[in-house]
């Protein structure tokens, strides 16, 4: 059911989105200091964000909308002009067209991904579709649903705050749109193509994106994954009341609530250590848990994608499926890789020495299917961080036995 959210519902969508987001999507921070300035006013001319579900969003095409980068570099924007400047150039090629552009798709679950598809709705008059394309954050356009579904990539547009604006058109060899192949190899080449981009100083480690373009009819297709704007803003509600103190409330909610299936990866512990590098629009990094004798290390590229025990042989948990934080005590109960990390790569003291769990989350159905390009995409990534096997879920490494472990 359509329904309207006020400045008020931003904080706990972020903070829903953040925990979501598998380590990555955005900082806590970069989102906030975006809500800090979303009043009615010179920039927006109102505070109220319509949300639409997919099936009514029939009014006119729809197009994703995201940020694209570092984390850390995006930290200090106040307002969201690179992905309302692409939208814009969106809505005025549909114009020429004679189509009307009525919807932001958020391009996955995330504090910047929901903060983002919301604001830019609210400046250009706008409603957001209630889903994403994968349910969690992602380092890498094809591992979204727009990709694996074939939706046109073309136009594709990039600006960065300063408004420089790149539009990529990878032009297909046979027909107006290309065959499935070239669908599937234009999503990667345009990601290659836009990293370097981002990285150029003139775009500062990071800007907007505005691509996939979508009718009702391709809109319904191409994003399976829905309502999961909802299930964040009702996360972050629970979480901001106190109603999910532990990591039992924290895996009876989701699975009661919303059907998520989730996991203790490893016994609570402590942050112990962390290390970043920031390079080509993304930011590269590990940290390290302890409990007891016990260390876990969580790698990440902009996300976290694999995560590992000292007293195993095989990993806690890799992507497609998820590795979220969750802090107890004072302070917020979620966090991104970001935050926890500075850019000199120290931690964070807001999160240092509070007790700390990791949980793995299922991933949604539609990124787990084999041989498909979402986890072909996941697979390359997780190979290049040192895993060298095939993927194994994290229901069944969770409930390996010890000696399975040991052995493989």
Known sequence: MAHTLVRGDLEPLLLGGCFFGSGGGGTIESARGLVKHFEKGAYYPTDKVRVVSKDEATEGDAVMVAYMGSPEAIDGAAYPIGPVM???????????????????????????????????????????????????????????????????????????????????????????????????????????????????????????????????????????????????????????????????????????????????????????????????????????????????????????LLAWASDRAQPLCMAPDSICWFFEGKGDAVASNGDIVLASGGLNPAYSGRPVTLIGLAADRHLRQPDGLILDSFMQQVNQLGYRGLYVPVERLVGMTQEEVRHG
């Open 86 to 304: 692409a939208v814009q150039q969106i809505q005025a090629r549909l114009k020429k067209e004679g189509r009307h552009l009525a919807y932001v798709v958020p391009p996955e679950s995330g504090a910047l991904g929901f903060t983002v598809a919301c604001l830019v709705a609210a400046k250009l008059g706008l409603s957001v579709v209630d889903g994403d394309g994968a349910g969690r954050a992602v380092p890498s356009l094809p591992m979204l649903t727009f990709a694996a579904r074939h939706v046109d990539p073309r136009p594709a547009v990039l600006v960065s705050q300063d408004g420089l604006t790149v539009e990529l058109d990878v032009t297909p060899a046979k027909g107006t749109h290309g065959d499935r192949q070239h669908q599937v190899d234009v999503s990667v080449i345009v990601e290659q193509m836009m990293r370097p981009i981002v990285a150029d100083p003139e775009f500062k480690q990071f800007g907007g994106l505005a691509m996939w373009v979508m009718t009702p009819g391709k809109l319904k297709e191409a994003l399976p994954i829905t309502g999961t704007l909802t299930r964040a803003l009702e996360f972050g509600r629970a979480v901001s009341e106190g109603k999910i103190k532990s990591v039992d409330d924290l895996l009876q909610t989701l699975r009661e609530r919303w059907n998520v299936h989730g996991f203790t990866l490893a016994p609570t512990g402590a942050l112990q250590g962390a290390a970043v590098d920031t390079s080509g629009g993304f930011d590269l990094g590990t940290v390290t848990i302890k409990a007891g004798e016990e260390t876990a290390e969580v790698l990440y590229q902009n996300e976290s």
